[in-house]
């Protein structure tokens, strides 16, 4: 009985090595094709960017095409849904966005839950938003800024780049904590928000610093505050909401997700790979050139992020009775 129980235990380990051994032996021989990065939004914008970036840095060192595919419309939930109905196999991978976290509340019926249905992989950037104000407006502080839009109501207007866009919430999180009323105007894209802004057909605007950046240093656009935690190294003088308005603080993350269920041994090789990448001096530069700051950490790190985002951004979404257009 001892003999042959103590055969059973030994085939039984002998079994679960070889499954470790065959599951380890896949993921280093992943991938043996291209990979698929689908993304919501249009070329040339920064995550397009950032992602081709990312997916040259990863195709260099994987040996395969990592190819970047624009799927734009519904507010990147196209793109989410095509990835999240993929085979989770490592080979169709999901450019995820701040979005993702909020579309979660903003739009009411999705094909998917975006948190339970998709394997966090790596944060990789997050899109800091500069409050930006034309240099003739009266208000060269937040706090001046508050108490004008308090003290003439119905006479600011604030721009967005499209109803439920990252700008847009971040400035009704700005409504929310202040308690003060500002008309939401939203446009079709940033250009068309900073043109109205500079020709004073709305007063204030929560850019991302990548689309103002120049205009900043051109003088066509003041910059009030940053709306990260602390000061950026590219407006090291500007200071942050929280300074005026304590626990204020709204960005955009940006990273990669698979379809659920994706392997864990792939999850963690590309997830090294791009804190890899993160940490290369070639490419810390050229983020910084695109004026976003970089995010690095766990697969956990990532699925935590997420679901803190998604939480507090439907709070503001409710608060504000935000519909999609």
Request: charged letters at 15%.
């Amino acid at each position: 009985m001892n003999l042959c129980r103590r055969q059973l235990l030994q085939f039984g380990a002998a079994a679960l090595a070889a499954t470790a051994g065959s599951s380890v032996a896949w993921a280093q021989a992943y991938p043996t094709r291209p990979v698929r990065v689908i993304i919501g939004w249009p070329a040339g914008g920064v995550a397009d960017i950032v992602a081709r970036l990312m997916a040259q840095w990863l195709s260099e060192r994987l040996g395969q095409p990592f190819v970047v595919e624009n799927r734009t419309g519904a507010a990147t939930n196209l793109a989410t849904d095509a990835v999240i109905r993929a085979p989770a196999d490592g080979y169709t991978l999901l450019w995820a966005t701040g979005a993702n976290a909020t579309n979660a509340t903003f739009y009411q019926k999705l094909n998917f839950n975006f948190i339970s249905d998709i394997a966090p992989i790596a944060s990789i950037i997050d899109l800091p938003l500069v409050m930006v104000v034309k240099p003739s407006f009266p208000a060269k502080t937040v706090s001046e800024f508050i108490a004008y839009a308090k003290s003439n109501p119905g006479k600011v207007n604030m721009a967005s780049a499209g109803s439920g866009n990252p700008n847009h919430i971040a400035g009704e999180l700005f409504k929310m904590m202040t308690g003060i009323d500002m008309l939401h105007v939203p446009y079709r894209g940033d250009p068309p928000a900073i043109t109205d802004l500079i020709g004073g057909q709305v007063q204030v605007y929560f850019s991302t610093l990548g689309t103002s950046i120049e205009y900043i240093r051109a003088g066509k656009l003041r910059p009030l505050a940053v709306t990260t935690a602390t000061r950026l190294e590219v407006l090291p003088d500007i200071p942050p909401v929280g300074d005026f308005l304590p626990g204020y603080e709204a960005s955009s993350w940006q990273g990669l997700v698979g379809p659920k269920n994706t392997s864990a041994e792939i999850v963690d090789m590309v997830n090294k790979l791009i804190n890899t990448a993160l940490v290369d001096p070639g490419m810390k530069a050229r983020f910084a050139e695109l004026g976003v700051m970089v995010l690095s950490g766990s697969p956990v790190d990532f699925e935590k992020l997420i679901a803190s985002d998604t939480e507090k951004w439907a709070k503001v979404i409710r608060f504000a009775g935000i519909k999609p257009e």
